[in-house]
């Protein structure tokens, strides 16, 4: 049959084959990308070169949990990171892992502490950090915390550092443990909404704030016994590593407008006077500190972050 000789037909079956040339072609290049992902995924990337001698770097960005926030596969794989959650969530277990990996690696001497994106965790995680820190340093391999300013979670992890440094112009932001409550009952009873509560026991004030105003006074003791208990936890794991004598803490934290006085409001020079830091200086003097003790790296010292480090460990 011989081929039309319309010319709007030839125009038509012209863009037609462009169109089918274009789509194997796009349809090539798909294929050819996905099995370069799947090569690279299987083959891995080169080893870390870790030169002997090296800190590990351990600069937690997020929330310390035990278990991260499910997330979408696709975003775990586009971000390439299996250490930090949807969220900015820390897993518990790969800190713990890559400081007892670190621990028996010849290769790493020491390591650097930066606290200044831990965002927080509960006390419990801290002092699971912590242990993992002094076996670390029972290897005969030393800890320094560095940071621009400390909150009470990032100075507990700290404290488990031989030499603890501070900005020149930060501060050590102690202030003890606390816990508050929204309460909503005149706004229920203004609304006209009937809410209907069954409870046993004078201790049970989960449903308290539909009901009531304020803290009852059972609430209020069972908050001050729980965080009694956990701030005198706190206060004496770091008075024994600090070396503080008893009420040390309290005390600044008490007065710490006097003490501030003392110091012409300078927070840094009060925690160094305080023992509560070791150097108080800028992050630069730190860095020229740090080449001194682990060893010259150009402007830096020879170190490993430890999120590679760890990737590197799980293969």
């Known amino acids: ?39 690279v995924a299987l083959v891995g990337q080169p080893p870390l070169v870790i030169p002997q001698g090296s800190a590990l770097v351990l600069n ?4 310390i949990v035990e278990q991260t926030t499910v997330s979408n596969p696709l ?20 800190i713990l892992d890559v400081i007892n990996f670190a621990a028996d690696d010849s290769r790493i001497t020491s390591m650097v502490l930066r606290t200044d994106n831990l965002a927080g965790a509960a006390l419990s995680h801290l002092q699971e950090v912590g242990r993992a820190m002094q076996s670390f340093r029972e290897r005969n391999k030393k800890i320094y915390a560095v940071a621009g300013n400390y909150t009470q979670a990032q100075y507990y992890l700290a404290s488990n550092a031989d030499e603890i440094m501070l900005n020149s112009y930060g501060a050590v932001g102690l202030e003890g443990f606390g816990a508050w409550q929204n309460y909503f009952g005149d706004a ?8 209907h509560i069954f409870r046993v026991g004078a201790y049970k004030s989960a ?32 008075s024994t590593r600090r070396d503080l004598a008893q009420g040390v803490l309290e005390d600044l934290i008490n007065n710490q407008d006097v003490h501030l006085a003392n110091y012409n409001g300078d927070t840094a020079e009060l925690a160094l006077q305080s023992h509560l830091v070791d150097r108080s200086e800028s992050l630069g003097d730190s860095i020229t500190y740090l080449r001194t003790q682990i060893g010259a790296d150009g402007d830096s010292f020879p170190s490993v972050d430890y999120q590679p480090y760890l990737r590197s460990k799980q293969r």
């Open 60 to 63: 937690p960005a997020g929330t």
């Open 207 to 238: 449903v308290e704030p539909y009901t009531q105003n304020a803290m009852s006074i059972e609430a209020r003791e069972n908050y001050t016994r729980l965080l009694g208990d956990l701030w005198e936890n706190y206060v004496t794991d770091i």
């Open 188 to 195: 229920i009873k203004k609304l006209g909404i009937n809410v």
């Open 75 to 94: 975003d775990t794989l586009v971000n390439q990171n299996i250490n930090v959650g949807p969220e900015g969530e820390v897993l518990l277990q790969d």
């Open 1 to 39: 049959m011989a081929a039309s000789t319309n010319p709007i037909i030839r125009l038509f079956s012209a863009v037609l084959g462009l169109f089918r040339i274009f789509q194997a072609v796009i349809l090539n290049l798909i294929f050819v990308f996905l099995v370069i992902v799947i090569v």
